[in-house]
């Protein structure tokens, strides 16, 4: 199955299924043209009420992420790829500049901020590509 949940985190579901499809088809897991999983693929993989699936996949057609195929589902659409990816280093400079803040907010030197970013970059790096 392509969506994990986790229903302790504060994201609500829906919108955890509609960050996931944006990251897999901005990494190729999903390409143009392909369909996504059903409404019932998912919502019976995952335990969960079909109508949060349509919710997800909603927003992602309302954006042009997704487009309808008459009698097949959902289709990745032509130029989702770009999209996803502008999306997702947006949100990946949201929240590290949140985490900035939060660093200069608990009074971190500029030194140790830059030594804590590039150490925990190093060692994820290492740990994703051994």
Known sequence: ??????????????????RQAKFLIANGALAPDELIPSVREVARALAINPQTVVRAYR??????????????????????????????????????????????RSRLTPEEIRKT??????????KRFA
């Open 1 to 18: 199955m392509f969506f994990q949940i986790d229903v302790n985190a504060p994201t609500p579901i829906y919108e955890q299924i509609y």
């Open 59 to 104: 927003d992602l057609q309302n954006e042009g992420v997704v487009y309808p195929v008459r009698g097949r589902g959902l289709a990745v659409a032509e130029n989702a790829k770009k999209r996803c990816r502008d999306d997702r280093l947006s949100f990946f400079e949201s929240e590290f500049e949140r985490l900035l803040d939060e660093a200069i």
């Open 117 to 126: 970013v590039l150490t925990k970059l190093e060692k994820t790096l290492k």
